[in-house]
């Protein structure tokens, strides 16, 4: 194991270049060490960072988790990858600050490794998906283009302006998995309603609908909307935040954390095979 990039001498330098030593200059140095540091994690085939537990080869290189279930000898030396845990670096890489994944998006932060995925899960500077339901699109992208896009590439959804509006799905009675998507445009952002109708297990379908923001988690908890099927003296409600396109509505209508209804309950409020949903979009 090289340790030469661990360098004590130029700590001393970049901390006497700062006369007036303050604790800002000398926060930078550490910084600017714990960069060096990372690149020693770094994965010999995906440059991604090795973390702990970290498992070295016969010969000591370092080989990250997810490739070296991939591999059957060690990328560096060819030999065999063992089981030998290295706990010198296991140490220092608990000590290290690692840049997100998402620092070529523009992110500065560094943190240590047990707080990394949870952060660059939430990253702001993570890209975004394109919102549209089902795994079609593979565009992604920063935020500004996400509305660029639907214009460009999903002519075809409609938007109504207003914070309530009627949310019309027609033929509601085809068969198989079906979307529905329209976009609302109120208090100057844009929202996305979806409606999916899965078929759960054999011959039994729901229909799950749900409301998500153009726009990040932080503008999501700003919003609360809506959903309500009403007719024939019957009325049915959901409430309840705006998911963020950056979460993604898959999880939400898997954990059934939106508005969800079997097609008899469909029936009951259809008309003529369509289904209107009122969509009402508020402030908090
Ligand atoms: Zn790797
Ligand atoms: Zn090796
Ligand atoms: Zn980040
Ligand atoms: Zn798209």
Same mark, same amino acid.
């Given at each position: 194991m090289s340790n030469k990039t661990n360098n004590p001498k130029r700590r001393e330098v970049t901390g006497s270049s700062s006369s007036n030593s303050s604790i800002s200059s000398v926060g930078a140095g550490d910084n600017g060490i714990s960069a060096d540091l990372a690149?020693?994690?770094?994965?010999?085939?995906?440059?991604d960072y090795v973390l702990p537990p970290i498992l070295q080869c016969q010969s000591g290189h370092l080989v990250c988790t997810s490739c070296r279930s991939k591999l059957?000898?060690?990328?560096? !030396?060819? &030999?065999s990858l063992g089981n030998i845990r290295n706990l010198a670096m296991e140490k220092v890489a608990s000590n290290v600050k690692f840049p997100c994944k998402h620092s070529n998006h523009g992110c500065t932060v560094s943190l240590v490794y047990t707080e990394k995925t949870e952060h660059e899960e939430a990253c702001e500077f993570r890209p975004y998906l394109c919102? !549209?339901? &089902?795994?079609?699109c593979k565009w992604q992208g920063s935020l500004d283009y996400v509305m660029p896009h639907l214009m460009m590439s999903h002519k075809s959804i409609t938007t109504l302006q207003g914070e309530d509006i009627v949310f019309l799905a027609t033929d509601?009675?085809?068969?198989g998995a079906v979307d529905w998507v329209m976009m609302q445009s109120c208090f100057g952002h844009h929202f996305m309603l979806v409606l999916e109708k899965q078929e759960?297990?054999?011959g039994h379908q729901q229909f799950y609908a749900i409301v998500q923001l153009i726009g990040s988690r932080k503008e999501a908890e700003n919003f609360a909307y809506r959903l309500e099927l009403n007719g024939n003296r019957r009325r049915l409600t959901w409430e309840a935040m705006p998911r963020s396109i950056h979460e993604g509505v898959a999880s939400a209508i898997l954990n059934s954390d939106c508005l969800v209804f079997d097609t008899s309950i469909a029936q009951l409020f259809a008309d003529n095979g369509n289904l209107g949903i009122n969509v009402t979009i508020s402030v908090v």
């Open positions: 690149s020693l994690f770094e994965c010999p085939v995906c440059f059957t000898c060690c990328p560096t !030396c060819r &030999g919102p !549209c339901p &089902g795994a079609s509601i009675n085809l068969p759960k297990y054999d």
